[in-house]
């Protein structure tokens, strides 16, 4: 009887990948594609090691370096000791027990979750884990992807298994047409900003509706990118002709007849009709507007033409103190607005919002045009097939026309893990996914937007409607 | 990794009422180019912990010499953002055994969990009551005590959920590649049959 109950897509991915269930245990998950970096990997390695095993299934696992590699002169060897140390240790492992890496200098190198969807190796109705909690990013294919501790690393690289309880399901509904200059950023930030930064934390969330659907692949990445933002164990989207059409021809995809029979299994998983789910929240897509954050939690967000909410507006009376930390460490105000407080840097890239369609998207409203006197704008291409693809189009040229600086691939500022950092007290408009206090750099002060915002935040210097100028 | 058996623990806490503790604030990026488990404890909450100029900051709760003990009790959601285990690893090699809070975010749980670090899930409103408390009497003992589920102070008690795979792993030492790799047969014929 129970194999009668309509399943959603999350349901039925995750049941076909349970090894084994025991009573008392969590289900041991396997896990069909892991990806693996510098920062999260090297003592998982050890641990593999010291017990004497080698990785369960190295074509099921594929490395990089993004986190901490510099965005200039990647030709040269690393110069911070502790950074070239990390990566020199990935590519040791990586000998050691056969993965293979995308290294810098690889033209595949660049952020893990840009890399594999654009090789073709994420594909709907895979498990997927990465020690990275952007991992959701791969959701937007149909996909059950998340991300996990260096100890769970470790269980994977030993066991191609993780252990995990199945979360609660959240379906998120969006539909109605968006507005001018509203991009899928926009949407996220401000589902992020409805349900705060932990509103969906112990769900596994799917976005559907048929705002979701007209959504480009690299739009759709974007907004599962950001479930972990709203604490979501991840986010998907079912696959559609619009994935099918992404996935054909890229390399490490299935090619031919193979493909064809894929996509027969690949449209077999979305929702059943009558699936039922532990929580749905549906939006209008015509009340969302151009986002911005104000504060140090992604949730923190409001319409970039609102003004920030006042102490005595907050619901819980346990929330003003941190709210009031908050506002403080961005030296903002209650109850004032952000349109025209002048920024310092924008920075454009991280796997939210560096593929080829955010550069375009930038380079669209920036052409002819030259960035603010006040303004250092770094633009990071999520990968090095980004980059030559944005050469090959000439958005470089559009780049250093308005005086940008397009750099090599990596997840730079996002993070600030290597040298790109913002200064401690400046103001940095970041297509990114975090605003947390020093996030960015120590001190530093981020307001999350759209690449459509933060390009022409870049060239009016202040915080702006992008409205105003398409 | 299995580290000590853990069953009960009494303990002075250190409170930090603030909600949304993320992950980098716990341990910066900056600080995850190490490539062992040991040493992050150095710089947990770093940036709270000291100014500019590396002089500790003399407000923060780690600083003050009145609080101490192995229990960290802190506002909801704790541990969101980003998924380095250093976190859990930066609050273990510090000296902390608990964290309490009335949220925690998933992936910081299993971290947690998976370094005999305990997150102890409570009632907003005990959770109000217990940083009050230290805040006012900063030597008022904790336990928690793991077999019965159970944390107390200054006569109030409160049960706390855990689920029973990972209470056993706790009090064992056990870890999870243990288990998984007892199923190596069945995940073998798993892996060719995908």
Redesign the interface.
């Known amino acids: 009887m129970s194999e009668q109950k309509p399943k959603t897509i999350f349901e039925k991915i995750w049941d076909a990948h349970v090894?084994?269930r025991a009573e008392?245990?969590?289900d041991?998950l396997?896990i069909?594609r892991h990806y693996i970096h510098e920062?999260?990997s090297?003592?998982a390695f050890?641990?593999l090691r010291k017990?004497g095993?080698k990785v369960?299934?190295v074509n099921?696992t594929t490395a990089t370096a993004d986190?901490?590699v510099p965005t200039k002169d990647q030709h040269l060897p690393i110069k911070e000791a502790?950074?070239r140390?990390?990566v020199e240790?990935l590519r040791k492992n990586c000998k050691e027990f056969g993965v293979e890496l995308y290294d810098l200098g690889h033209p595949f190198q660049g952020i893990v979750h840009i890399i594999g969807p654009e090789l073709g190796l994420t594909q709907p109705g895979m498990t997927m884990v990465c020690?990275?909690?952007h991992t959701s990013t791969h959701g937007a294919f149909g996909s059950v992807a998340f991300?996990?501790?260096?100890?769970?690393v470790?269980?994977v690289l030993?066991?191609?298994?993780i252990?995990q309880?199945k979360?609660k399901t959240m379906k998120i509904e969006i539909n109605g047409k968006l507005g001018k200059g509203v991009v899928s950023k926009d949407i996220i930030l401000y589902i992020i900003s409805k349900i705060s930064?932990?509103g969906a934390?112990?769900f596994f969330v799917e976005y559907t509706g048929d705002a979701i659907r007209s959504l480009s692949m690299e739009a759709r990445m974007t907004i599962c990118n950001m479930s972990?933002e709203m604490?979501a164990?991840g986010g998907l989207i079912a696959p559609d002709e619009t994935t099918f059409n992404y996935i054909k021809g890229r390399r490490f995809a299935p090619q031919g007849e193979a493909f064809d029979k894929a996509v027969a299994k690949w449209k077999q998983l979305p929702s059943d009709a009558g699936a039922a789910y532990d929580v749905v929240l549906k939006y209008d897509a015509a009340d969302i507007e151009p986002m911005i954050t104000y504060g140090?939690?992604p949730?923190m967000g409001m319409k970039v033409t609102d003004r920030i909410p006042t102490v005595e507006e907050l619901k819980e009376l346990?929330?003003q103190?941190?709210f009031k930390?908050s506002l403080d460490y961005m030296g903002l105000e209650p109850g004032s607005p952000l349109m025209g407080k002048a920024v310092d840097y924008v920075f454009i890239g991280s796997c939210t919002n560096a593929r080829i369609e955010d550069l375009r998207l930038v380079a669209s409203i920036v052409k002819g045009k030259k960035k603010a006197d006040n303004v250092e704008v770094w633009v990071i291409p999520g990968s090095k097939q980004v980059e030559e693809q944005a050469l090959k189009e000439g958005l470089n040229k559009v780049f250093e026309d308005a005086g940008f600086e397009l750099r090599s691939p990596g997840c730079s500022a996002c993070?600030?893990?290597n040298e790109d950092k913002v200064p401690?007290g400046k103001y940095c408009i970041s297509t990114s996914n975090?605003n947390?206090?020093?996030?960015q750099g120590?001190?530093s002060r981020t307001f999350l937007a759209s690449p459509l915002s933060a390009a022409v935040a870049a060239i009016t210097g202040k915080v702006t409607d992008v409205r105003e100028f398409i | 990794?299995s580290k000590d058996n853990f069953t009960i623990l009494k303990s002075t806490a250190v409170p930090l009422?603030?909600?949304?503790i993320?992950t980098?604030?716990i341990i910066?990026?900056?600080f995850?180019?190490?490539?062992?488990?040991e040493g992050f404890g150095d710089n947990l909450f770093c940036?709270w912990r000291f100014d500019?100029n590396n002089n500790p900051i003399k407000e923060f709760a780690l600083n003050n010499a009145a609080y101490s003990g192995k229990i960290l009790v802190a506002?909801?959601?704790f541990g969101?953002?980003?998924?380095?285990?250093?976190a859990?690893w930066a609050i273990y090699d510090y000296g902390f055994r608990v964290v309490v809070s009335s949220?925690f975010?998933?992936?910081f749980k299993?971290?947690a969990l998976?370094?005999a670090v305990l997150p102890v899930v409570v009632s907003?409103k005990f959770l109000?009551s217990l940083l009050s408390s230290i805040q006012q009497k900063p030597k008022t003992e904790v336990t928690v005590d793991l077999l019965n589920q159970q944390i107390s102070f200054d006569g109030q008690a409160e049960q706390f959920e855990i689920?029973?795979?990972k209470k056993e792993c706790l009090i064992n030492g056990y870890?999870?590649?243990d288990?998984?790799?007892s199923?190596?047969k069945?995940?073998r014929e798993?892996?060719l049959a995908?």
């Open positions: 090894v084994k008392g245990y969590p041991a396997f069909d920062v999260t090297p003592q050890d641990g017990r095993i369960f299934n099921r986190h901490n502790l950074s140390h990390q240790t020690g990275d909690s991300g996990i501790g260096t100890s769970e470790e269980q030993a066991t191609q298994c252990l309880y979360p930064a932990s934390t112990g972990i604490g164990r140090t939690n949730g346990s929330e103190a941190s930390k993070l600030g893990m401690p975090r947390f206090e020093g996030r120590p001190k | 990794m009422p603030v909600e949304n993320d980098d604030q910066p990026a900056r995850l180019k190490a490539t062992t488990r940036d500019g506002g909801k959601n969101c953002g980003s998924s380095r285990e250093h859990a949220f975010a998933d992936i299993n971290n998976n370094n907003d109000q689920n029973a795979y870890d999870d590649i288990y998984l790799l199923l190596n069945e995940i798993f892996d995908h």
